[in-house]
């Protein structure tokens, strides 16, 4: 019990940084999670070019990167909401509507693929 008691007080004060701080080095890639800091958009962005280059090269790009469109904007696709300030969305495609309506809807799109497609 005692040896239990003492773990959980030093992993306290290690949380607390009353222990052990001295030893932690400093983080290189720590300004990689300012998300929107300029440094590491400017990383992002630089990657992106890099990535898109090679992959761009792959002569199966072209068709896989139009499929992936196709499903992303299929009027087929089932709506997924979300609460944005107080209002109910539905992935930003369509005017805001009740979280209800949305789950119809879904419920609908459900029935129907199940059935084939018919009614």
């Not at 607390?16 to 590491?40: F, M, N, T």
Request: proline share 5%; glycine share 10%.
């Amino acid at each position: 019990m005692l040896k239990k008691l003492a773990t959980v007080v030093a992993a306290a004060a290690a949380m607390l940084g009353l222990v052990g701080a001295a030893d932690v080095p400093d983080d290189p890639y720590a300004w990689l999670e300012e998300i929107e800091g300029s440094r590491a958009l400017e990383w992002a962005r630089a990657e992106s070019a890099r990535t898109l280059g090679i992959l761009e090269k792959d002569p199966r790009f072209a068709t896989l990167r139009e499929e992936a469109h196709t499903i992303l904007t299929s009027p087929s696709r089932l709506p997924l909401g979300e609460i944005h300030r107080g209002a109910s969305t539905t992935s930003g495609r369509t005017k805001p509507t009740s979280v209800a309506s949305g789950v119809v809807r879904a419920l609908r799109a459900i029935g129907r693929a199940s059935l084939g497609g018919k009614r």
